[in-house]
């Protein structure tokens, strides 16, 4: 069972900087990929970065050049630095982890956070 824990959401002035963190409490499964994923109101969920268990990243294009996502393996960790932050980053963030067991064959499980809203307004 894999429970995820997100904090570091809130209101915040165009410009500035927020940074979310996700702790994902597993111990059994493989953490192979984690992330974060956002959705505004009345939109869907839309990829934001992600991180693979390698380092390898991928961002969103709207958001490359001002967030950073690092994870820290030992601590089961995700981080997303947000900045530069604009109005239309507006949503609620949610992590995400991607799981497999540790035999063969592999079984995959994804696991969502509860999400943490950022709010972007003057």
């Known amino acids: 069972q894999v429970q995820l824990v997100e904090s570091g959401g809130g209101l915040v002035q165009p410009g500035g900087s927020l940074r979310l963190s996700c702790v994902a409490s597993v111990t059994i499964f493989n953490i192979y990929t984690m992330g974060w994923y956002r959705q505004a109101p009345g939109k869907q969920r839309e990829l934001v970065a992600t991180?693979?268990?390698?380092?390898?990243?991928n961002y969103a294009d709207s958001v490359k050049g001002r967030f950073t996502i690092s994870r820290n393996n030992a601590r089961n960790t995700v981080l997303l630095q947000m900045n530069s932050l604009k109005p239309e980053d507006t949503a609620v963030y949610y992590c995400h982890v991607n799981t497999a067991t540790p035999t063969i064959p592999r079984r995959w499980y994804d696991y969502w956070g509860q999400g943490t809203q950022v709010i972007v307004s003057s």
């Open positions: 991180i693979i268990s390698d380092g390898n990243t």
